[in-house]
């Protein structure tokens, strides 16, 4: 089944311990990327890729690292997390960046830190 | 997820009638425009999307109009059904496509049975 997974998908921590979140699509896609969605903000861009060892920053890509080492993984890095990156975290991919792709969205990650 | 859908604008709408959810766009510049649905718990899953050198689209159910003089889009859903009941996200990008993506903070669609 073609999909975009996210791990885990529920997690608390705390300050300052540093977290990976896991994305991987397998459909050979490449362009993907992360988001974080807040209450009254909706989805904001944190970091794309638009291929292997190609990335870029988003809109809030402060306190986040990505890499792409291989094509169908786009994880998700939190050096430091502090309690203002408590969110829910989604990981997007599709074939290309362009625009006659459609973008698969994963399934969440909802992460808390205290 | 759930808390998603807490303070959003809400619109409701009796099922088997036609529910229009507008969408206000910041940026002159942008050339691409999509609508997302969002179930509970579930993540953002395309709809419809829209260049900037159309006005107006359908798909099955849906349409999508494009006003670039006020920067205003809208998705008019037909026929509005249990199903449709989630959270709808407009976003626009100004690189033709998936590059850079600015979301809505969107709307909650009810639809009463």
């Known amino acids: 089944e073609a999909q975009v997974t996210q791990n885990p998908r529920y997690l608390i921590t705390v300050t300052g311990k540093k977290l990976t979140v896991t994305c991987s699509q397998n459909m050979n896609h490449e362009y993907m990327s992360w988001y974080r969605q807040d209450p009254g903000l909706g989805l904001r861009q944190i970091y794309y890729s638009m291929n292997v060892e190609v990335t870029d920053k988003g809109d809030v890509p402060e306190g986040y690292k990505v890499s792409r080492k291989e094509k169908r993984n786009f994880p998700l890095i939190l050096e430091s997390p502090s309690p203002n990156q408590t969110s829910l975290y989604f990981c997007?991919?599709?074939?290309?960046?362009?625009?006659?792709?459609?973008?698969?969205f994963g399934p969440g990650t909802r992460l808390t830190v205290l | 997820g759930e808390s998603v859908g807490l303070h959003l604008p809400t619109l409701s709408v009796q099922e088997g009638d036609n529910s229009i959810i507008n969408c206000a766009y910041s940026?002159?510049?942008?050339?691409?425009f999509i609508w997302y649905k969002q179930e509970s718990g579930k993540g953002p899953q395309f709809i419809i999307d829209?260049?900037?050198?159309?006005d107006k689209r359908q798909g099955q159910r849906v349409t999508v109009l494009l006003n670039k003089t006020v920067k205003h889009l809208s998705l008019q859903i037909a026929a509005t059904q249990p199903g449709d009941s989630a959270v709808y996200f407009c976003?626009?990008?100004?690189?033709?496509?998936?590059?850079?993506?600015?979301f809505g903070t969107g709307t909650k669609l009810q639809v009463i049975p």
């Open positions: 997007a991919s599709s074939p290309t960046s362009g625009s006659t792709d459609t973008q698969y």
């Open positions: 829209i260049r900037s050198n159309m």
């Open positions: 976003a626009e990008s100004n690189s033709g496509g998936y590059q850079k993506v600015t």
């Open positions: 940026n002159s510049a942008s050339d691409y």
